[in-house]
């Protein structure tokens, strides 16, 4: 963790003298990764609970069952962020009944209201910008305003300072497309099969050199490289690519994606981006983040 970043940190996690994490999701999980040596070093790391990807991924994390029975009162509990909103309106308020404090920390730039039920809201909410403030004060009103702190965004951060230990020049022609696991009834406008359709049609156009495409960890391996072979025998010169994503973008000359947090990791290296969102409607411009829009491509080359 860079020396700032700690400090910055530093001020919110010492007002509790007990500690605990509740994940779920990756991106959650790859924050609460860097924060737990900090709070070990301060002395107040307590329990790790997690549900879902995050449980099955690591070591030392306990069952979300056990979470509410370990809170005290006086405790803190750092919410990650998860796509089960519910979920989260459930651990604040039980957390909150137990007499425990909640950290809820975003990992993105987007749903900033759909998380929180506004009477039940948690007592300090972590954004990691200037941006994210003004969002999450539009979205929520000016209740939401006195929990708000802006510390960094310790795993983007962390997964850039990777990208560019690693060392070596990017190797040239080389695109890495990163998928969200996005299907039609998501009602976006696009999906992930509209999207290698559209990159396919991209890559035609501008006659770029060969594309490595990364499925999302909740997408089906085998499914992905079907509609990649598909579009193969139309032209689409792609290969499937299962390697570690910052090591793809570190290889890369160019990270493509969709929304995906690791396209905000490829800019903080370093790397050129695109966006495609073609064919997005309003729920799509929402689902965006205002980081990557000056990138988007949304309009269909045909």
Partial sequence: MRDLSANLWRDLLERH??????????????????LVPLISRLGRFGLWFADGWSASHGKGKLPAAELLQSLSPGDGLIVGSQTDFSRTRQIVRQAAAAGAATIFVFDHWKNYAAHFDIDHLPDTIVVPDEISLRMLTSALGEIATDRVSILPH?????AADRILSCGGAPQPGTILLLLDPTEPDDDLGYDWRSTLAAVSDYVAEKSLAHVLVKPHPRQNVSVVAGEIEALRDRGFAAD?????????IAR?????????????????AGRPIRS?????????????NPHIEPFVISQSRH
Avoid at 255 to 268: F, K
């Fill in 240 to 248: 499937l690519c299962l390697e570690d994503t910052e090591c793809l």
């Fill in 276 to 288: 495609f969102q073609v064919g997005r409607n309003a729920a799509g411009v929402r689902a965006s």
């Fill in 154 to 158: 310790l795993a983007i951060e962390a």
């Fill in 252 to 268: 890369a000359e160019e990270v493509w994606g969709m929304t995906t947090i690791a396209l905000n990791i490829a800019l903080a």
């Fill in 17 to 34: 003298q007990r500690l605990h994490i509740y994940t779920v999701d990756p991106g959650a999980d790859a924050m609460a990764s860097e």
